[in-house]
Nanobody, 126 residues
C-alpha cells in the first residue's frame, strides 16, 4: 500500500510559479513510476506529467510542456511538480499518482495508476 499526500497548492497570479510536492509513505518511492494529473470543475481528470522510477524518463502533456517540470527525490520519498508561467487555464485540483507496473511507458491514462493522493488546489487568476 502507498499513501500519497500533496502540498504546495494555492492561489497565484498568472505568470507566477508554484512548486507542488507529493510525499509518499508505506512503500519506497524508488520502485514506483509517478505522475501528476489535474481536474478542473466539470472536466475529466487529465494527465499532466510522468516520471520513471529512476527519474531518467519524463513525459508531459502538450499544454504544460516547457512550463512544468516533474522531478523526484527518491531519498526523500518525494515527488515534485515545478509550475512556471502559470495560466488561468491551469486552475484545477492537482493529484499525484503512483504506477507500480514494472515497465515504463508514456502512460497518460489514470487507469494505469494504482495509488492516488487527495489532491491540492491550484488557482490562477488573470
Amino acid at each position: 500500500q502507498v499513501h500519497l499526500v500533496e502540498s504546495g497548492g494555492g492561489p497565484v497570479q498568472a505568470g507566477e510559479s508554484l512548486r507542488l510536492s507529493c510525499a509518499a509513505s508505506g512503500r519506497t518511492l524508488s520502485v514506483l513510476h509517478m505522475g501528476w494529473f489535474r481536474q478542473a470543475p466539470e472536466k475529466e481528470r487529465e494527465f499532466v506529467a510522468r516520471i520513471s522510477r529512476s527519474g531518467s524518463n519524463t513525459y508531459y502533456a502538450d499544454a504544460v510542456k516547457g512550463r512544468f517540470t516533474i522531478s523526484r527525490d527518491n531519498a526523500k520519498n518525494t515527488l515534485y511538480l515545478q509550475m512556471d508561467n502559470l495560466k488561468p487555464e491551469d486552475t484545477a485540483f492537482y493529484y499525484c499518482a503512483a504506477d507500480s507496473n514494472y515497465d515504463d511507458y508514456a502512460r497518460t491514462g489514470p487507469a494505469w495508476y494504482q495509488y492516488w493522493g487527495q489532491g491540492t488546489q491550484v488557482t490562477v487568476s488573470s
